[in-house]
């Protein structure tokens, strides 16, 4: 069964959760389906860019996102998709953010995710108005920083219209693929930021966490979908 109307009830500061009901179907009948989301750094070549301050060449020890919606959507043709609200993720927080949704939808086949400078998603030592932000050490441990404010919407879809299938899911934005070949130096900080919010949506792609630790192991490698700019 299907649910036609969801309320969003808040059980934890920040945190807004999709539960079913509003005059829907009875607790029994759509009971079975937790969709659960981790929103996280990774880094796939620690050569170019590493997590932690305690690594060689460039080091990140802050990357932060500031999401005006994320929406997991249906595999079903005119079924409703599953929104939540502004909000920011911290993608190198220990343990890192997470998203957890009841609903009666058994089939997903995209998400989106829209970055933008949201108000409410402003965070201690992120600058004002940034959608973006990240903060590190390069290779001299040099401290650096890159913000922007430009806003994108991005977009993931499993392949051939089919289901991501097994939960649970990880979107995980490469640093590694965010921050290749910065420039860094102070004269260089208009190309850098170019680079950075052209790089960003190569970044991003959707993993099975199919052991649901919220860390992307070996065998975890192969994204169902990877991101692609849809504004």
Do not use: H
């Amino acid at each position: 069964m299907r649910v036609s109307k969801l309320c969003w009830v808040p059980v934890l500061a920040g945190l807004v959760v999709a539960v079913t009901g509003c005059g829907g179907p009875e607790v029994g009948d759509i009971v079975g389906n937790e969709v659960s989301l981790t929103v996280m750094g990774v880094a796939s070549a620690p050569e170019v860019a590493a997590i932690g301050d305690d690594q060689q060449g460039l080091r990140v020890t802050r990357a932060f996102v500031s999401a005006s919606s994320l929406s997991l959507l249906p595999c079903r043709d005119g079924a409703a998709a599953i929104s939540l609200g502004a909000r920011g993720y911290d993608l190198l927080s220990d343990p890192p953010p997470s998203e957890r949704v009841t609903t009666a939808v058994y089939e997903l086949c995209g998400l989106r995710i829209d970055i933008d400078p949201v108000s409410t998603s402003a965070t201690d030592g992120v600058p004002p108005g940034a959608s973006t932000f990240v903060e590190g050490r390069d290779a001299t441990r040099k401290a650096f920083s890159l913000s922007s404010e430009r806003s994108v919407s991005l977009l993931f879809e499993a392949e051939g219209g089919s289901s991501f299938g097994e939960q649970p899911l990880l979107l995980g934005f490469d640093l590694s693929v965010w921050l290749a070949g910065l420039p860094l130096p102070e004269e260089f900080a208009d190309a850098a930021l170019d680079l950075f919010d052209a790089q960003l949506v190569d970044s991003a792609a959707l993993y099975v966490d199919s052991n649901g630790n919220q860390v992307l192991d070996d065998d975890e490698q192969t994204p169902v979908a990877r991101g692609v700019s849809s504004r």
